[in-house]
């Protein structure tokens, strides 16, 4: 299909009185890599909600492969292509690494209305394990797992609705130079087989080693969009930064 995959329109939401986000407007096409950075509570995460459905904006429109999204609650965008990963990983405690990944491969399947993925299901989950580094791991749980084992999880969860598109949100917070880079390789390999990718990361570094454009949101607003060395030197960017 032509046209970007994701088309942000306008887009507004307010809580109470509160602007969170105002007439943002974002077109990101197939393939590309896009970093979204800006202060803490400028609405990186409120942008995310709103366009994977955790959250309903109030202004503009949201496209995903060309369907509207306006309405459509988070399984049904899931079901078209759209994941996401979350700030604070949710695994299932009592359950094994498989089965963890199980549940969102069986999720998908139903949500596009298969019956299951049978006996497919094992090797599906074991696929995304490997895919991660945690194959090994399969039949453990959760609370065995380190830091960074557990952001790994959470992507292997994330792309087990084999999406289009991946919003990984602040994946990379707390973890060590070697494994931001490790995550970073994994992210990279992801997109070479095809997922577009919006990142959202404080961690600068990782941001720029990863993005071929970068958009930055300050007090709901988009300041910035462009290649990631003019957009760290534009001046409004670096203002907002220092508190200028
Ligand atoms: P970021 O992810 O960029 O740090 P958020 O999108 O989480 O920022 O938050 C943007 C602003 O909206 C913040 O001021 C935050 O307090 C506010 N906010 C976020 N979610 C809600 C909510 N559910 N109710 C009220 N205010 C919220
Ligand atoms: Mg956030």
Known sequence: MSGPLLDVAAVGKRFGGFVALSDITLAVPRG???????????GKSTLVNCICGTLRNDAG?????????????AHRRTRLGLARSFQLPRPFHTMTLAENVQVPILYAARSRGHRGPGS????????????????GKAHQRPADLTQIEMRKLELAKAMASDPQMLIADEVMAGLSHREVDEILAMLLKL????????MIEHIMRAVLAFSQRLVVL????????GPPHEVIRDDDVVAAYLGR
């Open 120 to 135: 497919g299901l094992r090797d599906g989950a074991e696929a995304l394990l490997d895919m991660v580094g945690l194959g």
């Open 191 to 198: 997109n070479e087989s095809g997922i577009t990718f919006i």
């Open 218 to 225: 300050v007090a709901g607003r988009k300041i910035a969009d």
């Open 61 to 73: 429109s949201v496209t995903f492969n060309g369907h509207r999204l306006d309405g459509l609650p």
């Open 32 to 42: 590309e890599r896009l970093g979204l950075i800006g202060p803490n509570g400028s």
